[in-house]
């Protein structure tokens, strides 16, 4: 099974509009933690949030909040004000507490339109 | 605080012939991890080193091989070089510690092309 699943291959947003990028995971390790990178065309993959198994509320940083629903296995990555610089693929991503490696999916591709 | 650099940025090579990727950790960092990222896909996890031993390997075969030395700095070595490994090859590096929280800074990659 996929330890991520992205099932948004591209999406489009209207600028200063809000979007939802979906991520769900699979893990039977009941500690890990949950990651969304973005990655613009030079390819340099870029930190944007995080969120803990154990952390009671959603993560915000900014612009960027993650709508995270543990019994869901969810992790949807909430980008609020849509700026044209927004335009990039997004990568969630995941990794367990007795694992060494990062799981990411397959990614979705966001274009921000003026 | 140097973030992590990767060298070269672009490679073209052949069938069959073998290359060197080169990765620089961030400053205070002691953990790398390599990833191989073809079009369209998202990063598969190759290998970590930490304290230049090992740490945990993907489903990549034994053509691909690595090193870590003392200053942390790391190297992807890849063999008998196949089209499929045209990739892109990311470096991340990282603090081991408890916890599942080990934010991985990238590089900005290295593109490899095999002809």
């Known amino acids: 099974a996929q330890k991520i699943t992205q099932t948004q291959p591209g999406m489009f947003v209207q600028e200063k509009e809000a979007v939802t990028l979906d991520c769900t995971y699979d893990t039977s390790d009941p500690s890990y933690g949950l990651f969304w990178y973005k990655q613009p065309s030079s390819g340099e993959m870029i930190f944007l949030i995080y969120?803990?198994?154990?952390?009671?509320q959603n993560a915000t940083e900014g612009r960027y909040s993650l709508n995270f629903q543990k019994a869901r296995k969810s992790a949807n990555l909430v980008i609020s004000a849509s700026q044209l610089g927004d335009s990039a693929m997004y990568f969630c991503a995941m990794r367990e507490r007795g694992g060494n490696q990062f799981y990411f999916g397959t990614g979705t591709s966001l274009t921000v339109i003026p | 605080e140097t973030g992590v650099t990767q060298s070269p940025t672009h490679l073209i090579k052949t069938r069959g012939q073998q290359v060197t990727l080169r990765c620089s950790s961030q400053s205070g960092h002691n953990t790398v991890s390599w990833y191989q990222q073809a079009l369209g896909q998202g990063p598969q996890f190759i290998f970590q080193?930490?304290?230049?031993?090992?740490?945990g390997r993907g489903n990549f075969p034994p053509r691909f091989s690595g090193l870590q030395f003392p200053n942390y700095s790391s190297e992807l070595n890849v063999n008998a070089l196949e089209l499929d490994d045209s990739a892109l090859y990311l470096c991340a590096s990282s603090l081991r510690g408890s916890g599942a929280y080990n934010e991985q800074f990238f590089g900005p990659g290295t593109r490899l092309t095999v002809l």
């Open positions: 080193y930490y304290r230049e031993e090992e740490n």
């Open positions: 969120q803990g198994s154990y952390d009671q």
